[in-house]
């Protein structure tokens, strides 16, 4: 990850590097970009960290303006838009969904390995906000990650493959919200 922090430092177009990956079944390059940002093992540098955009409601109201709701959502796949919703009505607190939306709303892409780099913990029960999962759990990778400068594009394929990882997940995602709800109702008992 710090190769590749390096190695796109000064590419404009590029939001950030990724260590984690979607444990998707696809055959994907060893390295590949999807427009936008993540949240879980990632690096960025200043100059993309500005285009943080802190309002939900203007992120929203260009993703409408702009008819991209179903491209943010990963072809219907995700329920970004949903999320982005309920941050801005208080219901979550994700800054992460605002920088996906303010890099994907500029056209930035971001750096990720074809296996991850880094092992997600975050669903073991402990955090504010989920229950205990293994759906977001992959092979870690036990090789170091060649990392060479490519073309600065999103890979179609791999953000396809990350859609039907994604509609794979549709049921789970839709129990793991009711848990969440359910949790965050308890909490505010």
């Known amino acids: 990850m710090n190769d590749a922090l390096t190695l796109y430092q000064d590419e404009s177009q590029v939001a950030s590097i990724h260590g984690y990956v979607y444990p998707i079944k696809d055959v994907v390059p060893e390295t590949f970009f999807i ?13 993309a960290w500005d285009i943080f955009e802190a309002d939900g409601n203007k992120l929203l109201q260009e993703i409408y303006d702009k008819q991209l709701a179903k491209e943010f959502d990963f072809g219907g796949t995700y329920p970004y838009t949903k999320m982005l919703q309920d941050q801005i009505a208080g219901n979550n607190d994700s800054w992460a969904i605002r920088w996906y939306a303010s890099a994907f709303l500029r056209h930035m892409l971001t750096l990720y390995p074809a296996k991850s780099l880094v092992k997600n913990i975050g669903l073991d029960s402990s955090g504010t906000h989920c ?59």
């Open 35 to 47: 427009k936008g940002a993540d949240c879980w093992g990632w690096g960025t540098w200043k100059r």
């Open 131 to 189: 229950g205990e999962s293994t759906q977001f759990s992959g092979e870690m990778s036990s090789l170091p990650l060649g990392v060479a400068k490519i073309t600065i594009s999103e890979n179609i394929s791999a953000r396809e493959a990350f859609s039907m990882y994604f509609k794979s997940q549709k049921s789970f995602l839709r129990r793991l919200a009711h848990k969440v709800m359910l949790l965050m109702k308890v909490d505010a008992l």
